[in-house]
Every structure is written in structure tokens, then in C-alpha cells.
């Protein structure tokens, strides 16, 4: 047996860790911020909650960046937290994350901006929770992959129920968030099955005449 011992000054590469670690590392690193944004929320008397979307106002659209960080009160974020988690978990394990969550965090925005009720201000995740979940039911059919389609037949007996949700069944709930996060969702699938078909296709060679 032989060693081997690399020269003064060179390091080994580092293992980069798996997926399934980075992506729960990520997982809490967002939940964590969620309960700093929720402390510093609570601590000025909800004052940061009026960041958030105002509907068909010119200086209500910045809430759309900020409407997802923020929450009610401490109930809110606690019911959006479980499925929140576990979906963001499994969205970052498709490698697909900030494109997903960038087309579902804009479309819901927006949804929620030009449909809300007037003199409303929108708060919470919920609208990406939405998009994230109707993503990973619907790319497999996008997709064509067995596995993928298993898996969000899994999901939708998990938590399908939810997307009654998408209904305007209660007043103070954002039913708009809902259903632009769920529409933006099966759209981030639809878009990134056609860019990865496209991708895959093979560059014809031009002819060349004799």
C-alpha cells in the first residue's frame, strides 16, 4: 500500500457536500430568517407589516418584493412554517429553486396587486407556498418523468387539500395569493420543461453542397 502526501502549499480539494445537506442547510437558514423578520416585526408593533402589497397603488408594488418575509403575527408564520419547510426542502432538491421561486414570488405578487381588495395589505408566504406545491405536483407530466409524477401524486394526497385554498372562502384570507402562487407554479413548470427540451435538442450541422 503506497500514500501519497501532496506538496507543501497544495490543499486537497473539498468534498462538496450533498444535495440533500445543502438544501436542508438552505431549509433553515430561511426558516430562521422568517423568525428574525417575525421577532423584529413583533418588537415594533407590527409596524413592518404595512410593507406589504396595497393593491393598485403606484407605491404599493415594493410590497411585492417584501410581502412573502412577512407575516400577521406569530400564528400566521407558525401555520405556513410545516408545509412551507418541507416544500421549500424539496424544491431546493430539484436544483431548481431560484428560478421557480423568482417566477412564483413575481406572478403571486402581481396577482395579488391588481386584484386584492381595495385598501387591503397583503402579507405572508403563502403565495409561494402555492406556487412551490403545485410545481412539484405538475412538472412529471411536464417533464414525462415516472418518478417525478409518483412524486407529486404523493404530495397532492399530502397536502392537495390545501389548494381549496385557492377559493375565496374567507375574507381575510388572500385567496388571490393562493391562486396566482398555484397558476405561477404549474407555469415555472411548463417553462423549464421547454427551456430543458430545447437545451437537449441537437444543433443540425449545415449541409454542405458538392
Given at each position: 500500500?503506497?500514500?501519497?502526501?501532496?506538496?507543501?502549499?497544495?490543499?486537497q480539494p473539498r468534498r462538496s457536500r450533498p444535495l440533500w445537506l445543502r438544501s436542508l442547510i438552505t431549509t433553515a437558514c430561511i426558516v430562521a430568517?422568517?423568525?428574525?423578520?417575525?421577532?423584529?416585526?413583533?418588537?415594533?408593533?407590527?409596524?413592518?407589516?404595512?410593507?406589504?402589497?396595497?393593491?393598485?397603488?403606484?407605491?404599493?408594488?415594493?410590497?411585492?418584493?417584501?410581502?412573502?418575509?412577512?407575516?400577521?403575527?406569530?400564528?400566521?408564520?407558525?401555520?405556513?412554517?410545516?408545509?412551507?419547510?418541507?416544500?421549500?426542502?424539496?424544491?431546493?432538491?430539484?436544483?431548481?429553486?431560484?428560478?421557480?421561486?423568482?417566477?412564483?414570488?413575481?406572478?403571486?405578487?402581481?396577482?395579488?396587486?391588481?386584484?386584492?381588495?381595495?385598501?387591503?395589505?397583503?402579507?405572508?408566504?403563502?403565495?409561494?407556498?402555492?406556487?412551490?406545491?403545485?410545481?412539484?405536483?405538475?412538472?412529471?407530466?411536464?417533464?414525462?418523468?415516472?418518478?417525478?409524477?409518483?412524486?407529486?401524486?404523493?404530495?397532492?394526497?399530502?397536502?392537495?387539500?390545501?389548494?381549496?385554498?385557492?377559493?375565496?372562502?374567507?375574507?381575510?384570507?388572500?385567496?388571490?395569493?393562493?391562486?396566482?402562487?398555484?397558476?405561477?407554479?404549474?407555469?415555472?413548470?411548463?417553462?423549464?420543461?421547454?427551456?430543458?427540451?430545447?437545451?437537449?435538442?441537437?444543433?443540425?450541422?449545415?449541409?454542405?453542397?458538392?
Open positions: 500500500m503506497t500514500s501519497y502526501t501532496p506538496p507543501v502549499g497544495q490543499e430568517a422568517l423568525f428574525v423578520i417575525e421577532l423584529i416585526d413583533a418588537a415594533t408593533r407590527y409596524d413592518l407589516d404595512q410593507n406589504g402589497i396595497e393593491p393598485r397603488q403606484v407605491d404599493g408594488l415594493d410590497g411585492i418584493l417584501w410581502a412573502p418575509m412577512l407575516h400577521a403575527d406569530w400564528e400566521h408564520l407558525l401555520a405556513n412554517l410545516m408545509p412551507g419547510a418541507v416544500l421549500c426542502f424539496l424544491v431546493l432538491m430539484t436544483r431548481r429553486f431560484l428560478v421557480v421561486t423568482g417566477i412564483i414570488w413575481v406572478i403571486s405578487g402581481v396577482g395579488v396587486w391588481l386584484f386584492a381588495a381595495p385598501y387591503s395589505v397583503t402579507v405572508g408566504a403563502s403565495g409561494i407556498i402555492f406556487g412551490w406545491l403545485t410545481f412539484l405536483i405538475v412538472r412529471g407530466l411536464f417533464n414525462r418523468d415516472l418518478w417525478q409524477i409518483l412524486g407529486g401524486v404523493v404530495l397532492f394526497l399530502l397536502y392537495g387539500s390545501i389548494l381549496w385554498g385557492v377559493l375565496p372562502t374567507n375574507p381575510i384570507v388572500s385567496w388571490q395569493a393562493h391562486l396566482f402562487g398555484a397558476i405561477a407554479g404549474v407555469l415555472a413548470a411548463w417553462f423549464l420543461a421547454s427551456r430543458d427540451r430545447k437545451q437537449k435538442q441537437p444543433t443540425a450541422t449545415p449541409g454542405v453542397a458538392s
